[in-house]
């Protein structure tokens, strides 16, 4: 019963894995690829579950449990700062300037 978890717990957190990957290469925009982020996360997850399942409460079962909390912890943070370097770098500065707001009305 252990056995087949672990398969599927490595099976589902591959397959995040690769889904997120396909994900970063298909879409065109640095904001669209920021969304695929949250899946690989699961993924990453998903594994140390695995591992945690196959080696429970040992040296590598933790430490495998406390990289996935690092991963999910930091994450979200990363993507924040991805998107406002992107939006920096494209716009030249963070603050909505006065265009944006009358183009965002006509909308």
């Given at each position: 019963m252990r056995t087949a978890l672990v398969i599927v717990l490595l099976a589902l957190g591959v397959g995040l894995q690769l889904l997120s990957c396909?994900?970063?290469?298909?879409?065109?925009?640095?904001?669209?690829?920021?969304?695929?982020?949250?899946?690989s996360s699961f993924g990453v997850l998903a594994i140390a579950a695995a591992i945690f399942v196959e080696e429970p409460f040992s040296?590598?079962?933790?430490?495998?449990?406390?990289?996935?909390?690092?991963?999910?912890?930091?994450?979200?943070?990363?993507?924040?700062?991805?998107?406002?370097?992107?939006?920096?770098?494209?716009?030249g500065g963070w603050a909505i300037r006065n265009d944006e707001k009358v183009e965002r009305l006509e909308r």
């Amino acid at each position: 019963m252990r056995t087949a978890l672990v398969i599927v717990l490595l099976a589902l957190g591959v397959g995040l894995q690769l889904l997120s990957c396909l994900g970063l290469l298909v879409m065109r925009d640095t904001y669209a690829r920021l969304h695929y982020l949250a899946a690989s996360s699961f993924g990453v997850l998903a594994i140390a579950a695995a591992i945690f399942v196959e080696e429970p409460f040992s040296m590598i079962g933790e430490k495998a449990l406390l990289a996935a909390v690092f991963l999910l912890a930091t994450g979200p943070v990363l993507v924040h700062v991805t998107a406002r370097t992107a939006r920096t770098r494209r716009h030249g500065g963070w603050a909505i300037r006065n265009d944006e707001k009358v183009e965002r009305l006509e909308r």
